[in-house]
């Protein structure tokens, strides 16, 4: 299943947000598809098939808009999740990171709450041993980040980091 926005509104930036997030949703969505086609034509594992594609609004500033697009299931014997972070300008264009000069002060605190999260604690013996530069070459990457309340929130796909499935969620 799919979840899409309405990009037929009488407000431009609406509209030019919903394009964006449902091209990606297609996209994906067709991806599964043509996946569960091989599966099941390819395999006596049909029961095993469901995939559900989400999208929330996760936060409304002054300036922007942040939505959460996670995409959970199983395809045959492969579980799936993986979420991902978006942030608009009321324009409707979307926002790359470039805080100006912050990078390194964000990657620094991002790190230090990362290393005291129960994640970290419990398996860090699973992490890549240069996984620090693959949460920086990583996190200011479009889908990787968005804005919320009151910070910045970081979105590094588990695997990249080493973590087998059973972790990543």
């Known amino acids: 299943s ?20 449902n091209e990606l949703i297609n996209n994906d969505f067709d991806e599964v598809n043509t ?8 395999t006596d594992i049909k029961e095993n098939l469901g995939v559900n594609l989400k999208l929330e609004l996760i936060y409304t500033g002054p300036y922007s808009l942040s939505f959460i697009y996670t995409t959970e299931g199983q395809l045959g014997a492969s579980s799936i999740y993986n979420v991902k972070g978006y942030t608009f300008h009321y324009t409707g264009d979307i926002h790359e990171f470039d805080m100006n000069g912050w990078k390194d002060k964000y990657y620094k605190e991002a790190l230090n709450n990362f290393m005291k999260t129960d994640l ?23 889908g990787n980040w968005y804005l919320s309340d009151d910070k910045i929130e970081f979105l590094i796909p588990a695997y990249l980091l080493g973590f087998d499935e059973s972790i990543a969620k």
């Open 2 to 21: 799919k979840m899409i926005l309405n990009n037929s509104t009488e407000n431009e930036s609406v509209n030019k947000i919903a394009n964006y997030l």
């Open 35 to 42: 996946n569960s086609k091989e599966i099941i034509e390819n």
């Open 120 to 142: 970290y604690i419990n398996y860090k013996d699973q992490l890549n041993k240069d996984w620090e530069s693959i949460i920086y070459d990583n996190m200011y990457l479009t």
